[in-house]
């Protein structure tokens, strides 16, 4: 954020020493204050109704609903305009739960904020947070994901640590007995904790809803593992009993990634397939429909792909384009996303998606119920609008 100078680190410096009063003693920032730069984005996340995003700049900005803090930028108010996070250093990763936010940032060390009825903030408390409050991991953070009430982080040796709700068994602690907390409570952890069954973990997952949540994981073998709330068969294991400790997936090899959507999971093999499971589908299938693809985000009720020539193609519920088909029929079948060329990222939330462009524009559609799209003043939107500033 070279264009505000020592001023503005100035600002960042004291909110971060504040550490956890830090919603209080940064405040509300100025209407009229800082801007994303146009075409300048490099990583996108999807919540439950709002949108985060990293610039090439390792800027971080937020926009949707903002009423539990999860937009960062002090303040407990939502709205379409991007809202800067004021952090120390750049970050390098995002991701966005339902209503909670957190970012590794170039040290690797993890931030979060937002809502923390459960601990999902992970800074031992359960007090909402308007602000990046540091989460204490011991080893350096090279991902970070959110799930509905619960988080996960990769460090830097292969190693995972979750924290939050564990009223599933989504943390993948097996019997230790962590805090409880919420109304009514229930089994929580305020603070990471090892995943101990897992080692050599290249990339992680989380999804869910307030009705259960589940993790899945990828290992430098290139299997996958998942565990937590399996009433759907979201676990991918052929049954209905969920599980606190991790369960291979034996009949998946080659995953490259994997993604946890609410009540359903999906992975891109390396040889360009993509297999879903859930949602009464116990086995993981393959979708046949799809070839060369590169990675799957999986939402609500919906998924999308990214495929080797950069097109993203969407398939299930359709009612509000979160599809981005310019259609709001649902879709069994992939369905391209239309007018988005040279697609790099993308994320698929709650009911919305947006999309990273290989020349940094960034494109969002689908529910815009809170500004989560930013690009649009319309209710919803079938079509992909572009983030401006």
């Known amino acids: 954020m070279a264009d505000f100078g020592f001023i503005a680190f100035a600002v960042r410096l004291v909110c971060w ?7 209080v003693a940064c405040g509300p920032q100025d209407p009229d204050g800082p801007t994303p730069v146009n075409d300048s984005w490099a990583q996108v996340a999807v919540g439950g109704r709002h949108t985060c995003a990293i610039q090439v700049d390792g800027s971080v900005w937020c926009w949707g609903a903002g009423l539990e803090g999860q937009l960062g930028d002090g303040t407990a108010e939502g709205g379409s305009r991007p809202r800067w996070v004021q952090l120390l250093s750049g970050a390098t990763a995002v991701a966005a739960g339902d209503s909670h936010t957190c970012i590794v940032d170039t040290g690797g060390a993890v931030l979060c904020w937002g809502k923390n009825n459960f601990g999902q903030i992970g800074d031992g408390t359960v007090a909402n947070r308007a602000g990046p409050s540091p989460v204490t991991l011991p080893g350096a953070a090279v991902g970070v994901v959110a799930g509905f009430a619960h988080t996960c982080a990769v460090g830097s040796g292969g190693q995972l640590w979750c924290w939050g709700a564990n009223d599933t068994g989504q943390l993948g602690i097996g019997n230790v007995v962590p805090d409880t907390c919420g109304s009514p409570a229930v089994s929580c952890s305020l603070s990471p904790l090892s995943v101990e069954a897992l080692g050599g973990v290249t990339s992680v997952a989380a999804g869910g809803t307030a009705e259960g949540s589940h993790s899945c994981a990828v290992l430098q073998d290139r299997s996958v593992w998942c565990w937590g709330d399996n009433s759907e068969e979201q676990l991918g294991d052929g049954g209905l009993i969920s599980r606190n400790t991790p369960v291979e997936l034996t009949d998946l090899f080659g995953v490259a990634n994997v993604t946890a959507g609410q009540r359903h999971t999906c992975a891109a093999l390396v040889n360009g397939e993509a297999h879903c499971w859930g949602r009464t589908f116990g086995a993981p299938f393959w979708i046949s429909a799809l070839e060369n693809v590169d990675t799957v985000s999986a939402g609500g009720n919906f998924s999308c792909s990214i495929l080797a020539d950069a097109t993203s193609w969407c398939w299930g519920i359709n009612d509000l384009g979160q599809l981005g088909d310019s259609t709001y ?7 391209q996303v239309v007018g988005v060329l040279n697609i790099v990222g993308i994320s698929a939330g709650s009911a919305h998606a947006c999309a990273v462009t290989g020349e940094g524009q960034l494109w969002c559609w689908g529910s815009n119920s809170d500004g989560q ?6 209710l919803h939107t079938n079509l992909p609008a572009r983030v401006m500033n």
């Open 373 to 378: 799209l930013s690009g649009t003043i319309q």
């Open 329 to 335: 029929d649902d879709r069994v079948y992939p369905s």
């Open 17 to 23: 020493m504040t550490l956890g009063l830090f919603a």
